[in-house]
């Protein structure tokens, strides 16, 4: 099959090498002229796991190319994938902005030639599809193609490994010729026997923000849960294997911390309470859910605060991690966004290391943070450490070194990645989520 992808971002990128990888011809466009003439240097503009190698083999194996220029593929393709952003809108009104998909939607209708399928891979509130047909039939009336929904269910950090071996591949179609070229799309999948959802389009659009909401209110409950145990003086860790283990609720996504982030969460379930609100309706469930998550961030403050004597002035505060997970460079909606300045405002020195998201955080985060090239240089003279992230590089720590570099001892583990007991026996405080 040819296929067009537009956008080559996080998702486009990667769902772009991965059909190559497949076996499909593949041409990734994007309007950013940065991004593809590093592609076209063998240079991978975000960070990603095995992405790198992915994109040399495929590229020399001619089967993906990179271009600014939709026109040719967009005519001569099978299917042309829109995997543009959709944030949330500049107003603050908690809408996704679409501006990006319609204008794209222009861009390949006046190239379309001979039938199409239009798929949107972007997360898109329902209804997205119809404008997007609507927009084609405008600018170009003679054009022969179908809009389909495929939401992208993969996870940054995982992400090759989740696009080539999916629990599912969810299908939004309304016709048959739509669905054999999505069917031949994902053919290579059915080897492992990788159930296709097939559903109509409006239902796929749904899908995809339901699962993202669903997920973040996994985080907000077992978030809430982990205030009750330093209440109480209950361990979440061993809680959360005693529900986890149970299969009707699963181990995933269990694990308390300083609130979700990304690129994905806060926006989407903004957006899915603002299509409940346009049909009359509410979804309480995931309004406490995106509350609770605010709530959790202001808490971690004040737990640093708490830890400090009350007031960080004056005190420097290593900050080991800033991404929202590991085994990303993006900073979008990360919990270091909203934590970090809080405590700079009230006159904490930050010293910070991230392994790869610093020169995006640098962007994101206000002047004043100094940022290390490693772990132990961060916590030279600080007084508390927080561990934000759950890189694999922190996981080990010699703690004794940090104890010898630090001024005071108390380590926050915002990710409970350490024993309690083994942090105290090296000589410092531990104070994690839902540990006390
Ligand atoms: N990032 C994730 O983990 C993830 C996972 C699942 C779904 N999604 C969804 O996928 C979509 C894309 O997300 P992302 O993280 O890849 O975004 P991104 O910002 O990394 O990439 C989007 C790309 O689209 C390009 N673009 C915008 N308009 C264009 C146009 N007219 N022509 C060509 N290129 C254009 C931008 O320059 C950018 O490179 C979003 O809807 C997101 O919600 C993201």
Redesign the pocket.
Known sequence: MKITM???????LVTGTCFAEFGHHVTC????KT?IDKLLQGDIP?YEPGLKRLVAKNCKEGRLRFTTD?SDSVASGDAVFL????PTSRRGDGYADLT?IY??TK?IATELKGYTVIVD????PVGTADQVARIIRETNPAAEFDVASN??????GA?ISDFMRPDRVVIGVETTRAEEVLREIYKPLYLQETPIVKTDIKTAELT?YAANAFLATKISYINEIALLCDSIGADVVSLAKGIGMDGRIGGKFLHPGPGYG???FP??TMALMRIAQEQGQSLRIVEAAVEVNGAQKAKMVKKVRDILGGQEAGKTIAVLGLTFKPETD?MRDAPAITILPALLEKGAVIKAHDPQGMDEAKHLLPNGIIYTDNAYEACTDADAVILMTEWNQYRALDLEKIHTLMRSHHFIDLRNVYEPGHVREKGFTYSGVGRS
């Not at 995997?83 to 959709?86: I, K, L, Q």
């Open positions: 537009i956008g080559t971002g996080y998702v486009g466009v994007d309007k950013d991004k975000i939709l995997a543009v952003g959709t990006y204008e794209a861009e891979k972007s997360t898109v939401p992208e269910f993969l996870r940054e992400a995809k990304g690129s994905c926006k989407d993006d």
